[in-house]
């Protein structure tokens, strides 16, 4: 594995280990990374960062999900899910948690607190993903190519598709840029 990509998990594990009594609803942890706007909806989308893994061939793979901006909104996260998404929250706040889009991009206070509660939304609530996605990313060649693919559409049907796609170079300044410097290590001369 490589030294960043370790460095990102232990800096975020890190901020989990004062924390162990966070409620989880699953065994995944998803960290917030970019949007995505389709017919005029936004969609929020996630990595998870236990399912993360990099093989030796230097290529991580990793799901994804995205979630509607509307859903997440229409959580109560003082009182839905019995109250664990405010207290979870709070814990993070407590304990400096630092979100993986922090290392990507600016940052403030404010804006770290929304994106833990998205995660915490993410990690706790059932909503339905609008997406999930298996990528395999290249760390040196900067590309990513699509493993598996199930996308619902506004009317709750699913289609899928698991195929493995063609490579594809990632465009700067999207998603799967965002997505590739929070888990892959550059190897591009500066």
């Known amino acids: ?38 017919n005029g909806d936004t969609d929020l989308c996630f990595f998870d960062l236990k399912g993360a893994a990099q093989g030796s061939d230097t ?8 979630l509607h901006k509307k859903d997440t909104e229409a959580v109560d996260i003082k009182k839905d899910y019995g109250g664990k998404i405010i207290d979870n929250v709070s814990r993070k706040v407590i304990d400096r948690y630092i979100p993986p889009i922090a290392m990507v991009e600016d940052t403030n206070f404010d804006q770290a607190i929304d994106v833990a509660t998205l995660e915490e939304i993410a990690d706790i609530a059932n909503l339905q993903a609008s997406a999930r996605i298996f990528y395999e990313i290249d760390c040196p060649k900067l590309m990513l190519r699509e493993l598996s693919v199930e996308v619902v559409d506004v009317s709750g049907r699913g289609g899928s598709k698991h195929s493995v796609s063609e490579w594809q170079y990632v465009s700067p300044e999207t998603n799967g840029a965002r997505l590739q410097k929070i888990l892959c290590e550059k190897s591009v001369p500066r």
């Open 1 to 38: 594995m490589s030294p960043k990509f370790l460095a990102v998990i232990a800096l975020i594990m890190v901020g989990y280990a004062a924390c162990s009594t966070v409620a989880k609803a699953s065994d995944s942890d998803w960290k917030f990374y970019g949007t995505s706007t389709v």
């Open 59 to 66: 290529h991580v793979k990793v799901w994804i999900k995205c």
